[in-house]
C-alpha cells in the first residue's frame, strides 16, 4: 500500500542571536517607556511603546536578514514591549507576511511566547526566550506571551516585515 502525506501548513519559527548592543539598546528602549504607540487603552497597541531608528536597530534587522531563508525582509514597523511584574500579553497575530521579535532584557520567570497555529485546540509551542535571542515567524501565527512573575521588567522589541521572494 502506498502512503502519500498531505502537509496542512508548516510553521517555522527561525532563532537566532543579534550581535547588537542589546544593553544600550535597552536603556533607549526604557527612555521612551512612556511615548506610548496609542493613548486608547481598548487599542492592541496601548502596552507597545515608541522604539527610535537607531544602528543598534539596524544591525539587528541585518542580523535577522542575514539567517532568514525565505527571503529579503523589508521592515514595516517596529516598537518595544516593556512587561512588569505580572503582565503578559495576549493572543494575537500581526497581519503582516514576517513578524519578529528581539529581547533585551529576560528576568528568570519573566514568561515565554507561545505559539498557537490552532486557537480552537489547546494545542502550542512555548519558547523560553533567552537576553539577545531573536525569533522570526510568520505575520498571522497567533501568539502570545505568559505572565512576567519576575519582580523585574522583560523587555523586548518586536518588528513587522514585508517579505520580498524576489530579493531572495
Request: aromatic share 8%; net charge neutral.
Amino acid at each position: 500500500m502506498e502512503e502519500n502525506l498531505i502537509q496542512i501548513y508548516q510553521l517555522e519559527v527561525v532563532c537566532g542571536y543579534t550581535k547588537a548592543n542589546v544593553d544600550r539598546l535597552l536603556q533607549v528602549v526604557l527612555q521612551n517607556a512612556s511615548k506610548k504607540l496609542t493613548s486608547d487603552p481598548s487599542a492592541s497597541h496601548y502596552e507597545d511603546s515608541y522604539c527610535p531608528d537607531s544602528a543598534i536597530v539596524d544591525r539587528i534587522v541585518s542580523d535577522m536578514q542575514e539567517v532568514y531563508p525565505k527571503g529579503r525582509l523589508s521592515l514595516l514597523n517596529k516598537w518595544g514591549h516593556i512587561h512588569e511584574k505580572n503582565m503578559s500579553t495576549n493572543t494575537h497575530s500581526h497581519g503582516v507576511d514576517v513578524s519578529a521579535v528581539t529581547y533585551l532584557s529576560v528576568p528568570k520567570g519573566s514568561g515565554l511566547i507561545h505559539f498557537s497555529p490552532n486557537p480552537l485546540h489547546d494545542h502550542y509551542c512555548s519558547i523560553a526566550p533567552k537576553k539577545g535571542m531573536f525569533l522570526i515567524f510568520p505575520g498571522w501565527i497567533p501568539h502570545s506571551v505568559s505572565r512576567n512573575l519576575s519582580n523585574e521588567k522583560r523587555v523586548s522589541i518586536s518588528f513587522n516585515f514585508k517579505l520580498n521572494l524576489e530579493e531572495a
